[in-house]
């Protein structure tokens, strides 16, 4: 993955629009920070192969980044994006990593279901 370049993504989010679409979202303060004092929580968001279409998608923010799909009933939004990559099969991966690398959000858009 590199860092997020939001032209790049913006592109790829207005090719798809109002397209039918599967999404990955996954947030998650994860197993290795429910041992600290500071987070004795572990807390996470899961949801794959969600079939969505949006009527418009946006990238917003100086980094880390926000994404926002509006869709005809609501809004899916990520926030704390930080890099990106379109994959082998042409799938948007975007993901937010915390200062010592560790993945703290994915947000992923296909057109095809991802592996379950």
Not at 21 to 48: D, K, Q
Request: glycine share 10%; with cysteine.
């Amino acid at each position: 993955m590199k860092a997020i370049q939001r032209e790049a993504i913006q592109t790829v989010l207005d090719q798809w629009q109002d397209k039918a679409l599967y999404l990955h979202l996954e947030t998650t303060n994860g197993a290795y920070a429910a041992h600290r004092a500071e987070s004795p929580m572990a807390v996470c968001a899961y949801i794959r192969n969600g079939k969505i279409s949006y009527e418009r998608g946006t990238v917003a923010g100086e980094g880390p980044y926000r994404i926002g799909l509006k869709m005809s009933d609501g809004w899916i939004y990520a926030e704390g994006l930080t890099d990106w990559e379109i994959d082998e099969e042409g799938r948007l991966l975007v993901a937010g990593h915390d200062r010592e690398g560790r993945l703290a959000i994915a947000f992923e858009l296909s057109e095809t279901p991802f592996p379950l």
